[in-house]
């Protein structure tokens, strides 16, 4: 969340740099409001998602199920509306499309803030008290845990299994220093697939050596 005011300057800043990519005017002329409304809409996102991970970890998912249907409701009006001018409304073409996706995100997060105040003031959960500063310590230990499986994901499984019989010799205890060193963290990810099972296993116990 704090680097999301410098994402939107950035990311709005970057928008006249379109006109110079070759696309079509009559396109961008439509294109670019379009995305300008959007980026409005960054904030509530991020904390729809910082508000829905909570719930989720406190076991109180259906709000989140109603935030996403009604949400979708939401935004099909505000784009009747919006878009062709409704209700009084202006006629905001597309770019009225995204204005109604701001808002709908906007509800969201609303949705799931009054569902994260209602549960707390049932269960007394105490996360008024919690301190806003950052935790950097276990911000570290969360970017420690999930890095590898991000990287995993990206094919760094992959990339690892063709490289290891060429790079590293399972015997050699210089090989189980070079892991400890650049791949600290590996940690057992997919357990349903006992190739990927297997790989990490063996690189676990050769940088234990």
């Known amino acids: 969340m704090v680097m999301t005011p ?118 007394k959960m105490g996360l008024h008290a919690v301190s806003f500063r950052p935790d950097f310590a276990r911000i570290r230990r969360l970017v420690m845990l999930g890095l590898p499986a991000a990287l995993w994901q990206d094919g760094l499984g992959e990339s690892i299994k063709d490289r290891l019989p060429n790079n590293v010799d399972p015997q050699a205890n210089s090989s189980g220093a070079m892991l400890k060193q650049f791949m600290p963290n590996i940690v057992m990810i997919d357990f349903a697939d006992l190739d990927k099972c297997n790989l990490i296993y063996q690189l676990n116990k050769l940088a234990a050596t």
């Open 6 to 123: 410098l994402l939107m300057g950035l990311a709005w800043s970057l928008l006249p740099v379109l006109y110079a990519s070759g696309i079509p005017h009559t396109i961008l002329d439509v294109t670019v409001p379009y995305l300008r409304a959007l980026l409005w809409s960054a904030p509530p996102l991020l904390f729809y998602f910082a508000f829905r991970r909570y719930l989720q970890g406190m076991n109180f998912v259906k709000p989140v199920a109603l935030a996403l249907i009604t949400a979708n409701l939401v935004n099909v009006f505000f784009n009747w509306v919006l878009i062709f001018g409704n209700l009084g409304a202006p006629r905001m073409g597309v770019e009225g499309s995204g204005w109604a996706t701001c808002i709908a995100r906007v509800f969201m997060a609303g949705v799931l803030l009054l569902a994260i105040v209602h549960y707390e003031r049932k269960h």
